[in-house]
């Protein structure tokens, strides 16, 4: 995902046009689901994404979800959620959650905008870039413990690590 340019038009958008801004210019494919909801689908290195953003303004809130099939057996599924509570442990921003019923894993974040605040561009660009990157950083841990049979612990060592400062 590319910086957005400073667009002073976007500044008091809706908060779902600055999402289809954003897809635009990344080249994503997404519909417009409604005036308050988006959902495109984002390729990452190790799969496809389905993201979903909408907003409500009685609860003055965008919410994402970024929504990807994992499946997991039956017999895999606690020590995934074991995986899942320390994976969050290490997210600032968001939480994962799986849905069991649709053999998906989810990440879920949602940007509070009290008191008639609108968004920046560069905060939704930020919400998204945080649930791929999130998605991206712990699937092949999630992967390991669902289908290649590791505790948690040990998958979570290879979830790959936040980068810091410039090479």
Request: glycine share 8%; aromatic share 10%.
């Amino acid at each position: 995902m590319d910086p957005i340019e400073h667009d002073p038009l976007l500044e008091d958008a809706h908060p779902i046009d600055i999402v289809e801004s954003l897809a635009e210019d990344n080249a994503w494919e997404f519909d417009r689901v409604g005036d308050n909801q988006i959902a495109m689908t984002v390729a990452g290195a190790w799969r496809s994404y389905a993201l979903s953003l909408a907003w409500s303004g009685g609860e003055e809130m965008l919410r994402l979800i970024c929504v990807f099939d994992l499946d997991p057996p039956a017999d895999r599924e606690a020590e995934l959620l074991r995986l899942v509570d320390l994976a969050n442990d290490r997210i600032w921003g968001g939480a994962f959650t799986l849905w069991r019923e649709k053999g998906q894993m989810v990440f879920r974040y949602g940007l509070v905008l009290a008191g008639g605040a609108r968004p920046l561009p560069a905060q939704v660009e930020r919400m998204m870039q945080t649930a791929l990157l999130a998605c991206e950083r712990f699937y092949p841990a999630f992967q390991l413990v669902a289908w290649g049979g590791q505790a948690a612990g040990d998958a979570l060592g290879i979830a790959i690590a936040e980068a810091y400062g410039r090479a």
